[in-house]
């Protein structure tokens, strides 16, 4: 057998050759293989003379599955030969093959890419961090926020007429043959002034009493979730229930215990210590995305196409977990996967400049997260990448966060 390789990046072009006298060999051990497990009418399994067997399978049968067993041994050789680790191989092609002929084939193997970026730190010198700031009124709003939700709709005593900005509890339909709900406890509470479906759309219903039911002509908006309802016209039959009103809890200690605290004091410093790690995990995973983009763009190797189709599945089982997945998702994420893989191939060649070795610890923790029952040395292998990347961007990033203030007075 005779091999020789073209390598170009990520993209190995091999041949092989076998003669004509290692064709025949092949031909003459497979069908000696078959002899023994064949039953030849008149003799006993096993027992029948070679020629017979070869003419009741066929001697073209025997060929090709030869031909087949030469082909595989062949680029298993060639792969342990010069130590390639194949993400495909494809593009299996004959040169020439035959029954009294040599056996001639190509074959592509793709291979991960070599990322090599000198230039990480500069990719990223322009870069700056600014500290998320909360303030005071910001734990306000977030109290506030916190306010409405525990509020209690209550009844406005004495008030029978809608006016501008009230809170209406309404029943709505698109179907007048379907009759309205008329328990007052259960329906929809809007703000008039706000719309239903469109700006302005409910402030026909301003002047109307409690009991009236009223038909209003509106369109669905631009940007409705449901696409073929976008900007169709739609007539929607209203009935007004209530005119409510939100009663509030007061913020006082009976309500900073409901969330654990003693003061209303120690809630306010809580809440602002959660919404600040909450803003820093926001504008972290902003720069993270920021340096990835950087580091894809200086990446100009090419990336086997395997591992970007590779990587949509990963992402359709993780997103969609068996339900339907839409079918532009290949063609809508393709390049962000790409770039996703370029990034991913540069934080681990930082890992490695870099020396950030993952630890024991550290290796079996991200396993045991991942619930596998067979850990393998695939498996073990993928967690110390994912450490490894997680590392190199936690660097990059402190990189950028400890030279704020650089160069100012």
């Known amino acids: 057998m005779e091999k020789e390789i073209t390598q170009s990046g990520s993209r190995v072009q091999g041949k092989i050759s076998y003669d004509q006298v290692e064709v025949t060999k092949a031909m003459e051990e497979e069908l000696k293989l078959r002899a023994s497990s064949v039953t030849v009418p008149g003799f006993r399994k096993g027992k029948a003379p070679l020629r017979l067997v070869e003419n009741f399978i066929g001697r073209e049968y025997i060929l090709d599955r030869a031909i087949d067993r030469l082909v595989?041994?062949?680029?298993?050789?060639?792969?342990?030969?010069?130590?390639?680790?194949?993400?495909?191989?494809?593009?299996?092609?004959?040169?020439?093959?035959?029954?009294?002929?040599?056996?001639?084939?190509?074959?592509?193997?793709?291979?991960?890419?070599?990322?090599e970026l000198e230039n990480y730190r500069d990719l990223i010198s322009d870069l700056t961090w600014e500290e998320p700031v909360v303030t005071e009124e910001d734990v306000d709003k977030f109290i506030e926020g916190i306010r409405n939700r525990l509020g209690v709709w209550k009844d406005v005593e004495d008030k029978k007429v809608v006016e501008k900005g009230d809170y209406v509890l309404v029943d709505i339909k698109d179907d007048p043959s379907k009759p309205f709900d008329e328990n007052r406890e259960i329906g929809s509470i809007i703000k008039i002034g706000e719309g239903i479906l469109s700006s302005g759309d409910d402030e026909i219903l301003v002047g109307k009493e409690i009991g009236e039911s009223v038909e209003i002509k509106t369109k669905f908006p631009e940007g409705y979730q449901e696409e073929s309802l976008r900007n169709k016209d739609v007539t929607l039959y209203v009935l007004i229930k209530g005119i409510k009103r939100l009663e509030l809890p007061p913020v006082d200690e009976d309500f900073a215990k409901r969330f654990n605290y003693q003061s209303v004091e120690a809630m306010r410093e809580g809440f602002k210590e959660g919404?600040?790690?909450?803003?820093?995990?926001?504008k972290e995973e902003e720069m993270y995305q920021l340096i990835k983009n950087r580091l894809a763009d200086e990446v100009k190797v090419d990336i086997p196409d395997i591992m970007v189709r590779n990587r949509l599945e990963y992402w359709k089982r993780i997103l969609y977990n068996n339900r339907e997945v839409p079918e532009d998702f290949d063609n809508r994420n393709y390049q962000y996967a790409l770039n996703d893989i370029k990034a991913t191939l540069a934080l681990r060649y930082i890992a490695d400049k870099e020396s950030l070795e993952p630890t024991e610890d550290e290796i079996n923790k991200v396993i045991s997260s991942w619930k596998v029952r067979n850990v393998t040395e695939e498996v073990r292998n993928n967690a110390i990448n994912v450490i490894k990347e997680d590392k190199a961007l936690k660097f990059l990033l402190d990189l950028v966060k400890n030279k704020k203030g650089e160069g100012k007075e």
């Open 72 to 115: 595989n041994e062949g680029i298993q050789k060639f792969i342990e030969e010069y130590n390639i680790t194949p993400l495909e191989i494809r593009d299996l092609n004959f040169v020439e093959r035959g029954d009294g002929k040599p056996l001639i084939f190509t074959f592509v193997i793709d291979i991960y890419p070599k990322v």
């Open 275 to 282: 919404i600040y790690r909450e803003r820093l995990a926001q």
